[in-house]
């Protein structure tokens, strides 16, 4: 089991790499929620995304061995930006296999961070395959997204930071997809203050996370159909262990509940976040009654999306 | 003459009601300048842009019998948001003078504040003929958006501010339009460090300041024809007489720099800035040669921004 001495000792390792990302509030939501909301604003991370942090804890701890012949994931997204800075930061090659069909501005991006961009088919067996075959050619190391306890205790820095800043919290509140984020920041902030509340939030449409934590087994991310990107992937058996033991609930919001929170966001507090980031605002807003006069954290995952995108989600 | 000490006076006065904003940095940005800029972010401010800091300065200063009668602005822009805001803080009634054009959202939001709202027609007479009229049946204070010592002081404390936390800085940039922005941060960069080079922004397209900042004498702003709405205004006879005295020189940019900048912004550091509030940035990079190596003070004034407006600006 990862504990908080974990989330403790990864946050002197990364320390001097991220951003000590601002906490922000705003008294236009403390008046619709009628209560105190913090939040802890990791679009301003490396990469737009929290994802950095855990990116880094991993790629710091690899062995001389691994370090010389590299790293790899399959992702297109936050997480492939992620390693490819941490990778490039550390001297390390990170390879990434990204889908023939992955939007230019993601291929470019992680060009730019020093990666080797692989390209597969666009199936999740394709991307897999391919990868395989890489790690057996160059004996490169897997990074999981997630699924892995350096990367969980990587995400869960961002909430010490939190609770070391405005202190006490009744709730905190984090998106669930994987559940990498939420693990991190439910280890972390029942260790430091066990009288906290974590609530997980998911888009209603992607709502695997909710089903297996009711119904006690993982199921699958079947066609999840929702603009959060970020969450569309399942649970593993380690986040999905984790939620189990230490995560108070889990609230679904609807696509139009993120669209507002994005809109929101935007509009009062000036900040651009992606719908996956802006799933936690929705959940605060949909659970109002109960965060009366109470204090919030609630993590702003991440804020990478193209003004396109966000242009024809938001008007 | 405003000094340093009435900057410093101001702050201490309106220390517990604005937002001490953020200072960011870009890895991205300091790449592109070869030095190191700080981004002292006043689209986070109370109402969403500086104009907080005057307002709440000067209406904390009014008389007992200026309190009891109230105080009147005519705008349509941050000013009067930020009036409304800072006069219903300290209990004291605000009258808004808008054109019957102005945007509806402008509109709600200044009445929300708590501001009771007087329509006029859409030319300066109107503005200034209604104003007046209500000036003397109802003896309010009638309160400039930058030509006033006490406005130009509040201003001043976001330098306070930047310098308090990142130390000396070689340069500062500031946007220019009425000019009580770039005053008070050049009194304040001047009276904290002597050596920091003061640098006002202005689109091409509304070059008033630097035709008179060069002529030595005040020219009108004749038909400006740019985006950035808040700089379209002259400079005043104190502004003028500061920017001439202390600021190191101004620097030109076009629409397309505007934009590009709220791009970067937007794209790069996940902060919604209005137009004007970009202009700083886009000087920034206009520059480049002497800033290299350099430590800079960037100030975005604000991040009052419609999204349609947004996109159709930016895409």
Chains 1, 2 share one sequence.
Request: charged residues 20%; hydrophobic residues 45%.
């Amino acid at each position: 089991m990862i504990t908080l001495q974990d989330i403790q000792d990864a946050y002197v390792r990364i320390k001097d790499a991220i951003i000590k990302t601002p906490v922000m509030t705003s008294s236009t939501i403390n008046r619709m929620i009628d209560g105190q909301a913090f939040f802890k604003c990791e679009n301003f991370q490396r990469v737009g995304a929290f994802k950095f942090r855990g990116a880094f804890n991993t790629v710091s701890q690899l062995t001389p061995e691994e370090r010389a012949k590299g790293v790899i994931a399959h992702s297109s997204g936050n997480h492939a930006q992620a390693l490819a800075l941490a990778a490039s930061m550390l001297g390390i090659h990170a390879t990434i296999v990204m889908p023939e069909n992955s939007p230019n501005v993601k291929v470019q991006a992680t060009r730019e961070y020093g990666a080797t961009i692989v390209f597969c088919k666009n199936t999740v067996e394709s991307r897999v395959s391919v990868a395989n075959d890489l790690i057996e050619k160059h004996g490169f190391t897997l990074i999981h997204p997630y699924n892995n306890p350096r990367i969980i205790a990587g995400a869960g820095t961002a909430t010490i930071e939190l609770l070391n800043e405005v202190g006490t919290l009744d709730y905190v509140l984090a998106p669930v997809g994987g559940g990498g984020l939420i693990s991190g920041t439910a280890i972390a902030a029942k260790g430091l203050s066990p009288m906290t509340k974590v609530i997980a939030v998911e888009p209603a449409n992607a709502d695997d996370a909710y089903r297996s934590y009711k119904a006690g087994r993982i199921f699958p991310s079947v066609n999840p159909n929702t603009i959060a990107d970020g969450l569309r992937t399942q649970l593993g058996d380690l986040t999905f262990e984790i939620i189990r033991k230490l995560v108070d609930d889990i609230v679904l919001v609807t696509e139009e509940e993120i669209v507002q929170a994005m809109k929101l966001l935007w509009e009062r507090m000036k900040l651009v976040v992606e719908p996956s980031g802006a799933v936690s605002l929705a959940g605060l807003l949909k659970m109002k009654s109960k965060v009366k006069i109470k204090r919030v954290g609630v993590i702003i995952s991440g804020g990478n999306i193209d003004l396109t995108d966000f242009f024809n989600n938001l008007i």
